[in-house]
Structure formats: structure tokens, C-alpha cells
């Protein structure tokens, strides 16, 4: 909702690039940035049909954009995403949504459970005292705390598979494995070029095989 005022865009569509609403699932290097400049241009010109059009699908409430005539700001450019909220708890509670589903349909739900609870404690990681599918509202620290132990216990849930569930369960773990090491990245206090790209490779991995998850 921060990006609403600031950016003067509605809650549904990206603060960064033009993706409509109904593809934001999408690759985002696909998608024009925003830019104030020309959409202050249509604005001007919103007497025309063209204009008026862009406007309306892009989703824009100009008069509420902040940024709206400042000279060198790019309004695109200011928008931060931060690992606690895009990642923990959004790409990986969603994950772990496929993940349950997943395992539930393979019967190896009890044993992931069984396993987390069974993880002795070490610094900087706390023992869960409740299975996952017990847990009501997850917080931050919670999430932090599984990420850095998924990859392991979705391979011990997974171990010893049937002749049908090699090629599903190498795919699932591809999935979670692309996933885990770019949030570890992620966190990195600097970045270099050779970083991103890891990166970029690592996001792009985890959306070319997140199709084993589909049905969930």
C-alpha cells in the first residue's frame, strides 16, 4: 500500500514496470518501466482517445503521485522490495503452499513434519515446536528460520522415492533448491555483476521448474 501513494498507482499492479495486473506472474524484464515523464505528457494530452486509453490501463492515478514534475527522479527506480516481504513472506509462503500439497499427494507430509521437529538446535536457528501445517499466522523470524533448513528436509521427505516419483521429486527439488539459494544471495550485504547473475539465474531457474507444482 506504501507504493499506492507514492507512486499514485492502483494495488494491484507492479510500481516498477507496466505488467498488467492479470500477468504479473510474468518475467518483469519483459515489461516497459514506468515513466512519470510520459505518463505527465498523456496526461496533458488526455483529450485524446489514445491517452485517455493508456492511462486507464495502466492503472494510473496521477494526481496522486508525489514524484509527478520532480526533475531527475525516476519514480521506478525508488521502488526497494525488501527480502523479508517479497521473499519470506511471500515467495516462500507461497512455496511452502505448493510444497505441503506436494507432499501431502506423495504421503511424505508426516515425514517432513517429523523431520523439522526432529532438527537439533545450533545459532541463529530456533527448533520448531509445531508442525508446519499447525502453524495459524507465520511471523517473519519463523520463515527466516525455515528457509534456511527447507532444502534438507524436503530431501529427507523425498528420500527413497518409487521408480514414478524419480522425475517428479528431482523437479520439486530443483524447484525448492533455485528458490533457497537466491534468497541466500539475496542477503548479501553488496553485489557485484557476477552476484546478479547468479541471481537472475537463480529466479529464472526457480520459475522454469516451479511448473511441477502446478496443480497446488
Known amino acids: 500500500m506504501e507504493n499506492v501513494a507514492l507512486h499514485g ?20 524484464n519483459s515489461h516497459r ?15 485524446s482517445d489514445d491517452s485517455r486509453t493508456m492511462l486507464e490501463t495502466l492503472r ?60 537439533p538446535p545450533y545459532p541463529g536457528f530456533f527448533v520448531p515446536k509445531k508442525a508446519y501445517r499447525e502453524v495459524m499466522q507465520w511471523q517473519a523470524k519463523e520463515m527466516m528460520n525455515l528457509g534456511r533448513c527447507l532444502l534438507r528436509l524436503i530431501a529427507l521427505a523425498l528420500h527413497e522415492p518409487d521408480s514414478w516419483q524419480v522425475i517428479p521429486f528431482k523437479h520439486a527439488l530443483d524447484c525448492v533448491r533455485a528458490l533457497v539459494d537466491f534468497s541466500m544471495m539475496a542477503e548479501y550485504r553488496s553485489h557485484t555483476p557476477e552476484t546478479i547473475a547468479y541471481m537472475e539465474e537463480y529466479l529464472d531457474r526457480f520459475h ?6 502446478m496443480e497446488f
Not at 9 to 28: F, Q, R, W
Not at 65 to 83: E, I, M, Q, Y
Open 9 to 28: 498507482i492502483k494495488s494491484n499492479v507492479c510500481p516498477k514496470c507496466e505488467v498488467l495486473p492479470g500477468e504479473l506472474v510474468t518475467d518483469a
Open 60 to 119: 494510473l492515478d496521477l494526481e496522486k503521485n508525489v514524484f509527478h514534475g520532480l526533475h531527475r527522479v525516476s519514480a521506478p527506480g525508488l521502488h526497494k522490495p525488501d527480502l523479508l516481504h517479497t521473499v519470506y513472506l511471500r515467495l516462500f509462503k507461497h512455496l511452502m503452499d505448493w510444497i505441503s500439497g506436494f507432499l501431502k499427494k506423495h504421503a511424505r507430509l508426516q515425514t517432513f513434519d517429523d523431520t523439522r521437529k526432529a532438527l
Open 208 to 213: 522454469r521448474m516451479k511448473e511441477i507444482f
Open 33 to 47: 518501466s514506468r515513466d512519470c515523464a510520459r505518463y505527465a505528457r498523456c496526461e496533458r494530452e488526455s483529450a
